[in-house]
Nanobody
Framework: GHLVESGGGLVKPGGSLRLSCAAS????????IGWFRQAPGKGREGVGC????????FYANSVKGRFTISRINAENTVYLQMTSLKPEDTAVYYC????????????????WGKGTQVDVSS
């Protein structure tokens, strides 16, 4: 399985970005897809997750109400829509695929992308 994130960049506080996670060699219909981020000097933090079998979503408290995970069934791609961005959202963002028992634990995922950088700065 292969995952590729895209859509990162530099945005001003209060702005929006949409990240994409495109999968090949994997059918996302059978997995949960998580988004994680890692800021310099910090550990990898769970941002949110979508479980394909029922479409349920989960979010970290720090992003709840600002970030939305979605996918279009016909596409093997998951999206992370980020709004009202803050400087503390600056990080490398990763998508991951697996069958997690606890969605926010990185070790519960089997496949990872290489990440895309998001910088929130004025």
């Amino acid at each position: 399985g292969h995952l590729v994130e895209s859509g990162g960049g530099l945005v001003k506080p209060g702005g929006s970005l949409r990240l994409s996670c495109a999968a090949s060699g994997l059918n996302l219909d059978y997995y949960a897809i998580g988004w994680f981020r890692q800021a310099p000097g910090k550990g990898r933090e769970g941002v949110g997750c979508i479980k394909s079998f029922d479409g349920s979503t989960f979010y970290a408290n720090s992003v709840k109400g600002r970030f939305t995970i979605s996918r279009i069934n016909a596409e093997n791609t998951v999206y992370l829509q980020m709004t009202s961005l803050k400087p503390e959202d600056t990080a490398v963002y990763y998508c991951a695929v697996g069958h997690p028992t606890v969605w926010a634990i990185p070790d519960e995922y089997d496949y990872w992308g290489k990440g895309t950088q998001v910088d929130v700065s004025s």
